[in-house]
């Protein structure tokens, strides 16, 4: 055996190498493309309208039982509410960040930040801005679904009749700008940008 018959046998065995790596890397894209439709099937936003407007009840129902007079008027009202937006905008986002993977990480991040910033508003009073208007405002603005952007809307107005014209909240104002803001970033980092 020469020296050409080796360098020939060690080329068709890279070659061979190859293509066996080439096909476990097809089946590799042909598992996550599946594991993204799955992704698809379970986060439908009909889906997450359904499940929000149950754990709305639920919240409901626990409020009835463990608040009472002005609390549970407040709780039912204005927090319970915000349920069906919060979990229609995450069954929103989940597809989007699943088929995105890590190029939707400046997005994902931004939707963490806006989420933490207007959980933490309803325990600790956070200057200028309504953690309901912020929230309400980057989620009307960066949603995609119908499903979402509806009941988006229909909340968002009962925030701004009661901060506006019950309560006379100033954070309103300031929440709907951080929210517009926010969103505007949104667009700028979104998954799909150049």
Not at 10 to 34: C, K, P
Not at 129 to 148: E, Q, Y
Not at 167 to 178: H, K, N, V
Request: charged share 15%.
């Amino acid at each position: 055996m020469d020296s050409d018959d080796r360098v020939s046998i060690s080329t068709d065995e890279r070659l061979a190498a190859l293509q066996a790596e080439i096909l476990n890397l097809q089946a590799r894209v042909t598992r996550l493309e599946t594991s993204t439709l799955q992704v698809d099937r379970l986060f439908q936003p009909a889906a997450g309208f359904v499940l929000g407007c149950i754990l709305m009840f639920v919240l409901g129902m626990g409020c009835l039982f463990l608040f009472k007079g002005r609390d549970l008027t407040l709780y039912l009202f204005y927090f319970t509410p915000m349920a069906l937006p919060f979990t229609g905008f995450i069954f929103d986002r989940i597809p989007l960040y699943a088929q995105a993977g890590r190029r939707a990480i400046s997005a994902l991040t931004l939707d963490a930040i806006v989420t933490v910033l207007a959980l933490i508003r309803s325990f600790y009073a956070l200057p200028v801005i309504s953690g309901h208007a912020f929230f309400l405002i980057f989620a009307l603005l960066t949603v995609k679904s119908n499903w979402v952007r509806i009941p988006v809307t229909v909340v968002l107005a009962e925030v701004v009749y009661l901060k506006a014209f019950v309560w006379q909240d100033p954070t309103l104002l300031g929440g709907a700008l951080a929210g517009g803001l926010a969103a505007a970033l949104w667009w700028k980092v979104r998954p799909g940008q150049a």
